[in-house]
């Protein structure tokens, strides 16, 4: 597997390690109720590592023995300072620049380890489980108000607003760092909307940020 580095849209490298990806569950209540899971009351942490990122852009390729493999598109931001008990100033201090995200989960496996009260990274932070867009600088966006899109075959599949987040970007980043330290190069996803489901050979992917990025990829092969 081909090692993955951050680059922003116009193909220069970010030059920052990826250490970790942190990961948000069920910050939109229509996606959690999709999948009949309880909306939280707090955020629901969990990290993906380094090895599962890919570039977005890459086909995507799954053995058999991985079942089924649903996408769920997500806004992801790029985190440019060390936070550790950041304050909200802070945190909207330290993100370097925003892109989008695939967060692909082994649903039948989730919910197996899930029905056992097992952790889910099995189901989530396999080799490839988080291919990554490239980045637009930050200072592009209004951060309370950032839209994206996934459309499969040419038909929208999801449709994101930040405005519709449970726990908006900057205090989400700013109680993440008060559980453990974001470095320089670290990935937060910040959860996905309504509309996930179970990738099939052949499909194209065609995911949208506003009107400053737009990247596609195709499925060549799951199971």
């Known amino acids: 597997m081909d090692s993955y580095q951050h680059h922003w849209k116009d ?3 970010v030059h920052l390690p990826l250490g970790k990806i942190v990961c948000v569950g ?3 209540a229509e996606h959690a109720k999709e999948l009949n899971n309880p909306v939280p009351s ?3 942490l969990f990290i993906k590592p380094a090895t599962s990122a890919t570039h977005v852009t890459r086909p995507l390729e799954f053995p058999a023995s991985h ?3 649903h996408f769920e598109t997500e806004l992801a931001v790029l985190i440019g300072k060390p936070l550790t008990n950041a304050s909200a100033s802070e945190a909207q201090a330290a993100i370097l620049g925003y892109g989008l ?3 692909l989960t082994l649903r039948d496996l989730q919910n197996q380890l899930k029905e056992k009260g097992h952790p889910w990274e099995r189901a989530k932070a396999f080799d490839g489980a988080c291919p990554l867009s490239p980045f637009v600088a930050a200072d592009l966006f209004r951060n309370d108000h950032i839209t994206f899109s996934l459309n499969i075959d040419e038909q929208r599949q999801q449709s994101g607003d930040s405005r519709d987040m449970l726990f908006p970007i900057i205090p ?3 109680h993440i760092s008060r559980h453990f330290t974001l470095l320089p190069g670290d990935v937060v996803l910040t959860g996905t909307p309504k509309g996930v489901g179970p990738l099939r050979s052949g499909q194209t ?3 949208q940020l506003e009107d400053q990025l737009s990247v596609s990829t195709k499925v060549v092969n799951v199971g």
């Open 11 to 13: 193909g220069t490298p």
């Open 26 to 28: 069920r910050n939109y």
């Open 42 to 44: 707090e955020p629901l």
């Open 67 to 69: 079942g089924e493999v």
């Open 101 to 103: 995200a695939l967060d």
């Open 172 to 174: 989400l980043i700013a």
């Open 205 to 207: 992917l065609a995911l």
